[in-house]
């Protein structure tokens, strides 16, 4: 089963939304840049490419994936006139670039999309296949805890930002356990425009624990290497809610 594509369904949306918050990756990056000799990228599930095209000014050349049409159409529109940013609109589970990068990356917690054991084990098969000796794999995920299992029955209200067209929306989402998937949540979205249009989506979260995670990466020959609990570097914890891991192959 593939997590749902309709909250991904406006690439205008989605930078509208979120295009703001992505400075602490791309610091985490442009170091690990500067001290490593990374020259290529792999941005895998790259969404609109809010972060492959701003790395893409350092490297020679940087590749972004996803299976969301609207993403990729819109992140092709904004590097337009760039010549060394691609972008393909394939599946992480299925894909085969057949050449190998420096450095591959996977943010904005997109590696609780991968639902079943087997579509995470696919995924990382074909990151593992796209890295050679001494590359990193470097993502970022939700750890499972009480905060992120809280269920409402009701809508409530979320957060409001200024959509692309420059009206106010308001978002308003319904929280609840996913009905047959363990450790997985599905959050119903709703949107209320300005001008009275509504936009409703879902999405499904899986959450794993930082053993199981490190468990899948080393069945794929692959081993975290660093671990933080954010994108500044904060240490890990046990009361961390989230991490970023760096991986090198075995
Ligand atoms: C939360 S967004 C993150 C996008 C981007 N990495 C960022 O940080 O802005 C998650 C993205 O994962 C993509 N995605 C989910 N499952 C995928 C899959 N199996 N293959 C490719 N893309 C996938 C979605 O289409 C969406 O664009």
Known sequence: MKQSRSE??????????????????????QD???????????????????????????????????????????????????????FYEKDAVSFDLKSVFDLIIMTGNA???????????????????????????VFDCRLPCPKYFETTHNYEYWSSYTSYSGENVDVYGLDSRHPTLSNTMLHRVRREYENGMQYQSYIELKYR????????????????????????????TESSTSFVGVVRPL
């Open 32 to 86: 690990l840049m500067l001290h490593r000799n990374v020259l290529s990228l792999l941005d895998v599930c790259c969404g609109t490419g809010l972060v492959t095209i701003t790395l893409s000014k350092k490297l020679s050349h940087a590749v972004g994936i996803d299976f969301s049409r609207s993403m990729v159409d819109f992140a092709k529109s904004k590097s337009s006139n760039i010549s060394n940013v691609t």
């Open 209 to 236: 624990s930082i053993d199981e995670i490190g468990d899948r990466l080393e069945q794929h020959g692959l081993q975290l290497v660093e671990r933080y609990a954010d994108w500044k570097k904060t240490p890990l």
């Open 111 to 137: 590696f609780q999309a991968f639902l079943s054991d087997t579509d995470l084990s696919s995924m990382l098969e074909n990151v593992k296949k796209h890295m050679h000796g001494n590359s990193f794999f």
């Open 8 to 29: 991904f369904w406006s690439g205008e949306e989605y930078d509208a939304q979120y295009g703001n918050y992505y400075s602490d990756e791309i610091s985490f990056f």
